[in-house]
């Protein structure tokens, strides 16, 4: 049995699933044994449905191909996108943009040339990875006036990816609102 945990009582949530505070949260009950476990954080428990469910879905090949996308979203993107929204002082906003252009500058090239996902024609790990962190640039509209350049091949690739990953039925059925992620990041922001 699988059960996905999604904190509607946060006191809960951290006293008997995660102190950290961190989603998502998976409970699995073994059949054999009835011994439960709770698997925690992102990326370890998308590797574990992954495997569980997917087994042989990758290629060796894309697997590193898409731990680049991955690496660089979470070396580069992630802070930056974090570093801009979390930066309050006006003046400091324009240094903490200009990170975050430089950020999908350092990803773009991980993207495959023709696109229009990471690895190419197919909804991959890589979008697994990234589809919740690309779902967040509105907030960074809303609240920085953010808008994705366009003068750079770079910019347009990666907004082709943007366009593909916000697309599909998988991340349109698991992402909140536009207006959910204001609401949330606005302690953030503000």
Known sequence: MVRAFYPPHLARYLD???PKGKVPALEITFQDTGAT???????????????????SAMTPLQRFDAAMVTDAMGSHFVPAFYGLIREKDPEKQAEATAKLIE??????PTLHPDGPFALG??????????????MRLPVLKHYRN???PTDEPAFERF??????????PTVQATTASVDDLVEFYKVMAL
Do not use: G
């Open 146 to 148: 953010f808008d994705m």
């Open 103 to 108: 950020a999908i500058r350092n990803v773009a």
């Open 37 to 55: 476990r709770i698997l925690l954080e992102s990326a370890p428990l998308a590797q574990f449905l992954a495997d569980t469910f997917r087994p």
């Open 159 to 168: 907004q082709q990816w943007i366009d593909a990953v916000s697309a599909h």
């Open 121 to 134: 024609d197919s909804f991959s790990w890589a979008e697994v990875m990234s589809a919740s962190f690309l």
């Open 16 to 18: 008997e699933i995660n």
